[in-house]
């Protein structure tokens, strides 16, 4: 097990606050946004070097491509290809398919990823000689960075000796959108909601930005996971004939190099959103949370890490800042772990009731679908209304979409809204939040999953003779051409859209 010390890269050990101020930032590493980093030939000759050599390396080694990828995620199919090339791979195919994808509390998704990130990092750095190398990120909020990065559309790119192949290529992607025909829109991208959002942790898993703790459910995602992660593996990943891209498909995502700038990036919106004023950690889970040595990792020499799970809600503490960030904000700081803190959430106390279910249904990818729930559900008693559900004992209604499942990855994504009006938008009240559907099940490749969204104000505020309505809005991820938008008309089915009543 590493200290905090041998954690910091140029920074001296924290002080009792536990959070570095801006006046170590000249010791930190900085990440910069890939269209400035590719302006330095020698930063992206240090990227692809540090690529080619992990590549270089057999799967069974900690180090390299494969085994970094894999511990992400990594298909049965390719595990056995690698298997008869290396057979000490199959000594370590314990360390694989550890990403919280595959069944663990939403709010596991970043902190999780921020040290995969954190430690592939090194890896990299060891293996370009270049000691100051970091990680990019694809900044796709920026309007004017939503085309593909053309640093890893190339197939190949000068060398030494001339052309060679790119180790940043890959070759399952959505074509059209690599070659620059389309750009990522606008809609798949956008965060001005998810920044509003003061609380890390939810009541449920799908409240917060990062999440909450309340389940282990596959499908239950934070804000931030919805989008624009979800849509980003989307739109990279694509369609190709009748399979889903690398990046559409959570066992083969990381083997894809975009895959480390896209959440280098998701990293870095969450370093902006902490250090913005009136953060708060909402759902506090208990310090034996924090303080629980988690998940192993491997550094740049290949030596097993494993550190408390709170070194990495502050990226400042592992020694990096992001070139945009600013750094007289302080990173929202966790209780200290001197003494500690009881919670403010217990799992074991929260239940689950359904009131009412609909049929299964279909989803279209190109028009709105309306579902008025109160014809279409079936109720658990003939006497049972919208208003039972408002029970003093209940603390929250939630509206849970069940067994979500799609045939091929869709260029759409899905808003859900509560009794929208005409001109309602994502900045309207009726507007619930976006579906989040990487890692579900297409061509059984993973779980039916459930979403579900909070509505207890909203119900409160109808009169008591009103329907509920849900609408289910697609929009594209993908920018149109002169011959329209790009889409592959995938539909969405879900088993049932059920109310949901959470008690304590």
């Known amino acids: 097990m590493i200290n905090r010390r041998e954690l910091m890269i140029g920074t001296a050990a924290l002080g009792a606050a536990g959070v570095a101020t801006a006046t170590r930032a000249a010791d930190n590493l900085v990440r ?3 269209h400035v980093f590719a302006q330095d030939s020698a930063k992206m000759a240090s990227f692809r070097r540090g690529v080619q050599v992990m590549r270089s390396r057999p799967p069974s080694d900690p180090t390299s491509w494969f085994f970094q990828a894999a511990m992400h995620a990594v298909s049965q199919e390719a595990f ?7 057979p000490k791979i199959l000594e370590v195919r314990d360390f694989f398919n550890q990403c919280p994808h595959f069944g663990a509390p ?8 921020r040290a995969y990130l954190y430690f592939f990092e090194r890896i990299l750095r060891a293996a370009s000689g270049n000691p100051a190398l970091t990680l990019p990120y694809w900044d796709y909020t920026n309007e004017a960075q939503r085309t593909f990065p053309r640093e890893f559309a190339r197939f190949v790119v000068p060398g030494s000796g001339g052309n060679e192949v790119n180790p940043l290529y890959h070759r399952n992607r959505q074509l059209s959108f690599v070659a620059g025909t389309h750009a990522l829109t606008a809609e798949a991208v956008a965060i001005d909601d998810l920044m509003l959002e003061p609380n890390f942790f939810g009541r449920t898993d799908e409240d917060g930005f990062g999440g909450g703790l309340s389940d282990a459910d596959a499908g239950t995602k934070g804000l931030i996971e919805r989008r624009p992660h979800d849509q980003l593996h989307f739109a990279i990943g694509g369609q190709i004939g009748d399979v889903s891209g690398a990046m559409a498909d959570v066992p083969r995502a990381a083997f894809d190099p975009i895959f480390w700038v896209h959440h280098s990036n998701i990293d870095r919106i969450w370093a902006i959103w902490s250090g913005d004023p009136g953060r708060k950690w909402g759902a506090l889970p208990p310090a034996s949370y924090f303080d629980t040595d988690a998940w192993i990792f491997f550094d740049g020499d290949g030596t097993q890490k494993t550190v408390q799970r709170r070194i990495y809600f502050n990226h400042r503490d592992l020694g990096y800042v992001y070139a945009d960030e600013d750094l007289s904000k302080a990173p929202l700081a966790l209780p200290p772990a001197t003494g500690g803190n009881p919670g403010v959430f217990d799992v074991a106390a929260r239940s689950r009731a359904v009131i009412a279910a609909t049929r299964a249904l279909v989803f279209s990818s190109t028009e709105p679908t309306v579902v008025n729930f109160s014809d279409t559900a079936k109720f658990d008693s003939a006497d049972t209304t919208l208003q039972d559900a408002m029970a003093s004992d209940v603390n929250d209604i939630l509206v849970a979409f069940n067994g979500l499942s799609f045939r091929n990855a869709p260029l759409s994504g899905f808003d859900v809204y ?17 579906l989040g559907l990487f890692g579900l099940d297409h061509s059984h490749h993973g779980p039916a999953g459930s979403q579900s969204f909070n509505v207890t104000e909203r119900l409160r505020a109808m009169p008591k003779t009103s329907d509920l309505i849900i609408k289910i809005v697609p929009f594209d991820l993908l920018t149109s051409d002169s011959e329209g938008p790009l889409r592959n008309g995938v539909e969405l089915e879900v088993a049932s859209i059920e109310l949901q009543a959470v008690s304590r």
């Open 32 to 34: 910069f946004p890939l």
């Open 80 to 86: 056995e290809d690698a298997a008869l090339a290396d």
């Open 106 to 113: 939403s709010a596991e998704f970043l902190p999780w990823h």
């Open 418 to 434: 509560v009794n929208p009006g005409p001109a309602d938008t994502r900045a309207s009240s009726p507007y619930l939040g976006t």
